[in-house]
């Protein structure tokens, strides 16, 4: 360009040919080094632009890293210094290899948990261990649990873990529900059923004994589902006794539903008339597991009491499959008879000739 306007001069005006080659030249030159420096500061630029882009990558990364192996750590410092505190407790306390076996077990399962699980499940699972450490704590202070409402967990728990003996009471206001013992009654749920495989489990493998007394403290049951629970518990070898409170209801004022286990623990019901309709199912409080040992024989004073009371009949099967009530005490003074009360169960078996009285 600079050459052809050096041409386009008038010919006294015009420089020399080696002017206008050296001038196109450099004016050449100049524009080229600018369009260089252009491009060196663009590219230079997209380096620096990606070099930050990689430092800040690399800066997230070794974060991430960091935090994951300090994490791991910790988690490797708290496994051995559990294992430590899990030493130690089983050498104070005696802990039996299987018990320590199921601690770890339970603590490998929780670490299965991760922090990426949902949040919910994470706090589900905090929530369960931690009843789990209270209720442990608790069995260890000799404090009674409790367990606001209906319960299931524990007393099959219970039942499938005693080794010697279970001693029971059975309220027909319990049992029985506000229709029956068969009609919304304990003993015809899913619930009822499974307590009664777990007796049949515990007296067969295990050879527990298990005694319950069913205490009728109403009237207007009928008889016919009584004979019908009774069948279902001698069935599976439980000895079972019947009192029926409501011929003297001032003897029997205060009874109790409640489970002994071994003599070691009592599993008690707490429970209230339902104020809707008296012909619902009482309402179930709370349950009471009571370890004090004081405590625990006073209900197992009060169970020998009731197996023995006055008007107590030992319930058993005859060789033709009848039910037999027999007195297991005798009053020292022949009582005067009452009138016959038509709404209190007939103690008669309706499948069969009359029950023997022995």
Do not use: C
């Not at 430092?55 to 192996?69: G, N």
């Not at 304990?186 to 319950?212: C, E, K, M, P």
């Not at 009530?325 to 005798?330: D, L």
């Amino acid at each position: 360009m600079a050459f052809g306007i050096s041409e386009l001069l008038p010919d006294d005006q015009q420089p020399e040919m080696i002017w206008n080659i050296g001038a196109s030249l450099f004016v050449a030159g100049v524009v080229f080094i600018a369009q260089y420096l252009v491009e060196v500061e663009r590219r230079l630029e997209a380096l620096i632009r990606s070099f930050d882009d990689h430092q800040a990558r690399m800066l997230r990364q070794f974060s991430r890293h960091a935090t994951e192996t300090e994490r791991r750590m910790r988690e490797g410092f708290s496994k051995i210094h559990l294992a430590e505190e899990l030493f130690g407790l089983r050498e104070a306390s005696q802990l039996q290899p299987e018990e320590i076996t199921q601690i770890a077990k339970l603590v490998r399962n929780r670490t299965k948990i991760t922090s990426d699980a949902p949040r919910l499940i994470q706090d589900f699972a905090q929530a369960e261990i931690t009843r789990m450490a209270e209720y442990l704590k608790q069995m260890g202070d000799r404090s009674d649990l409790t367990y606001e409402g209906e319960d299931r967990d524990w007393l099959l728990g219970l039942t499938r873990v005693a080794r010697h003996e279970i001693q029971a009471t059975s309220l027909s206001t319990v049992d029985a529900g506000g229709r029956g013992f068969i009609d919304g009654g304990l003993w015809s749920t899913d619930f009822g059923q499974r307590y009664l495989d777990a007796q049949r489990h515990a007296i067969r493998t295990r050879g527990v004994r298990v005694q319950r007394i069913f205490i009728l403290d109403r009237k207007g049951l009928d008889p016919r589902e009584l004979h019908h629970v009774l069948r279902m518990h001698l069935g599976i070898g439980v000895e079972v006794r019947i009192l029926d409170a409501t011929i003297a209801p001032a003897a029997h004022a205060r009874l109790h539903d409640f489970v002994l286990f071994d003599r070691m623990l009592s599993y008690q019901t707490t429970t209230t008339a339902s104020n809707m309709d008296s012909r619902l199912n009482p309402i179930v409080v709370n349950i009471t597991l009571v370890t004090d040992p004081e405590r625990v024989e006073r209900r197992s004073n009060e169970f020998a009491d009731l197996w023995s009371a006055e008007g107590v009949q030992a319930v058993s099967v005859d060789e033709r499959n009848n039910l037999v009530f027999r007195p297991v005490a005798t009053a020292t003074t022949a009582p005067v008879p009452d009138a016959p009360d038509p709404s209190a169960p007939d103690m008669t078996d309706p499948t069969g000739p009359e029950a023997v009285a022995g």
